[in-house]
């Protein structure tokens, strides 16, 4: 896996270029490129891991983000059924 240094989305190794943003891996952005950053959401469910599990899927999800692009994480359990939500921010590039 690899980090985009354009929108920050991580790629699996077997691509050379951003799914999201096709910048090439290990390029960096031309300077001036408008972005702006937007929040977004990854959450972990699961009616059959316990609380542990789901815990560490998110925090290892929230490890490979960066410290600086995680806004929050949120729990919320209806009776079995649990929820794990990491928030982070993402960088887009701002459509012409
Ligand atoms: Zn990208």
């Known amino acids: 896996m690899w980090t985009c ?4 989305e991580t790629v699996e190794d077997q691509f050379d270029s951003c799914w999201k943003c096709q910048l090439p891996q290990g390029q960096t952005p031309p ?15 699961s009616t059959t891991a316990g609380w542990s599990e789901l815990f560490d899927e998110a925090a290892a999800f929230a490890s ?7 806004l929050n994480i949120s729990h919320s359990c209806d009776d079995f059924d649990g929820v794990v939500t990491v928030w982070y921010w993402t960088t887009e590039i701002v459509p012409p």
């Open 64 to 70: 490979e983000v960066g410290r600086d692009q995680v």
């Open 5 to 8: 240094k354009q929108c920050g």
């Open 31 to 45: 300077p001036g490129t408008p972005r702006r950053r937007r929040l977004t959401y990854k959450y972990f469910r």
